[in-house]
């Protein structure tokens, strides 16, 4: 069974640009949460995507942004960048057959912002 | 705002010796999970707990769930080097979905 998978890997733009993020859930998950850890720091909780919606999103400026496809895979999109959004996004799946479940995270997408 | 706190930060442990790390929220949780950052790595799912009170074990390592279901904590015994990264705790506030993590642990283990 294919993991969670990320693109790009890395991800360089200057300040003011705009970034995409892309996640591919483990196949027959519906929910995507996006999470920032910015380095040698914890996880931050951006989004939580379910069935094509918006679910929930955490304490992050309307500039961060997304959408889950009917496929379930999921985009995060950050516009006018800032240096202080340097940091790994993680994109975790998970199956909603039973209410709680574990999440499997992706790989990250290491963005640097110059 | 909704805040989950680990303690300690950083531990560094001589191989053999064993390593605590709890977890404190400032609201009620519907369940907690644990997870586990190599570095380098993403996390990765360790155990979820969800009653009051409930002990779960794993070879040398121990979760617990608070009474009060508002702190964890999870004990390694006998920690070795393949122990090294950072240890979360998750759970979402009840009536909610929304996962908050905790600030993490990170464990070094010296050989």
């Known amino acids: 069974e294919a993991g969670v998978t990320q693109s790009p890997t890395h991800l360089i733009k200057t300040r003011g640009q705009q970034a995409t993020l892309r996640c591919s859930p483990i196949s027959g998950h519906t929910s995507v949460y996006w999470y920032q850890q910015a380095l040698g720091l914890g996880l931050q909780f951006l989004l939580w995507y379910d069935e094509g919606e918006e679910r929930n999103r955490g304490n992050f400026p309307p500039r961060f942004s997304g959408r889950q496809f009917p496929n379930y895979s999921s985009e995060l999109n950050v516009n006018a960048l800032e240096l202080e959004d340097s940091a790994l996004y993680l994109c975790?799946?998970?199956?909603?057959?039973?209410?709680?479940?574990?999440?499997?995270f992706g790989p990250g997408t290491r963005l640097t912002v110059l | 705002g909704q805040q989950v706190m680990q303690i300690p930060q950083y531990q560094h442990v001589q191989e053999g010796e064993d390593f605590t790390t709890y977890c404190n929220s400032s609201?009620?949780?519907?369940?907690i999970q644990w997870y586990k950052q190599r570095p380098g790595g993403h996390p990765v799912f360790l155990i979820q707990?969800?009653?009051?009170?409930e002990v779960k074990k794993q070879k040398r390592l121990t979760f617990q769930f608070g009474e009060a279901k508002k702190n964890s904590s999870l004990h390694i015994t006998a920690t070795q080097t393949t122990d090294v990264g950072t240890y979360f705790c998750?759970?979402?506030?009840?009536?909610?979905?929304?996962?908050?993590f905790g600030t993490g642990t990170r464990l070094k283990v010296l050989a």
């Open positions: 707990l969800v009653k009051s009170g």
């Open positions: 609201t009620t949780l519907s369940n």
């Open positions: 975790a799946s998970s199956s909603r057959d039973r209410i709680y479940n574990e999440q499997f």
């Open positions: 998750a759970g979402p506030p009840s009536g909610t979905y929304k996962y908050i």
